[in-house]
Structure formats: structure tokens, C-alpha cells
């Protein structure tokens, strides 16, 4: 599995994380690990996934995590996650 990391701000690039994970687990662990790594990454606090977000990631393999999921201020407009590859 891969999944791209991307932090925007004014639709603007400022950061990109590719994260790969190819072991026997479960997708939604390898997800979870791939959020813990990003935000150890970007030294972030872990986002919170709210309905909205789940039901995104669900019908498109990507979601946003605007500022409404994160408990502390973030000085980017949102985090975005993208499975772009599954295997």
C-alpha cells in the first residue's frame, strides 16, 4: 500500500509524505500506521476522523483534514491523505 501525504496551504504544496507499507495487515491498521508516521513526520498531533471524513475517505480513498480535526492550531489549510496504490 501507498499513501501520499499531502499539507496545502493556499493551494499551495508546502509539504509531501509518501508513506509504503507492504505487510499482511489489515488496510485500516496500515492506514492508522501510515498517519502515525506522517505525523511524526510533520511533528503534528494525530487528526481526529470525523463522520464527514470517514464517509470521503470511503467512497474516494482520499480525505481532507481541515483545522476542525486537529485539536491544537495548524498553520496549514488541511492535510490531505491518498491511497494511491493498494496491494
Known amino acids: 500500500m501507498r499513501i501520499w501525504f499531502k499539507m496545502m496551504k493556499d493551494n499551495h504544496l ?25 505525523c511524526q513526520e510533520f511533528d503534528l498531533g494525530k487528526p481526529i476522523w470525523l463522520d464527514a471524513t470517514i464517509a470521503e475517505f470511503k467512497r474516494h480513498a482520499r480525505a481532507r483534514f481541515t483545522k476542525d480535526c486537529f485539536i491544537e492550531e495548524i498553520d496549514f489549510d488541511y492535510l490531505e491523505i491518498h491511497v494511491i496504490e493498494e496491494g
Request: glycine share 4%.
Open 14 to 38: 508546502l509539504r509531501d509524505y509518501m508513506y509504503e507499507e507492504f505487510s499482511e495487515d489489515t488496510r485500516t491498521h496500515k492506514i492508522f500506521r501510515g498517519i502515525d508516521a506522517v
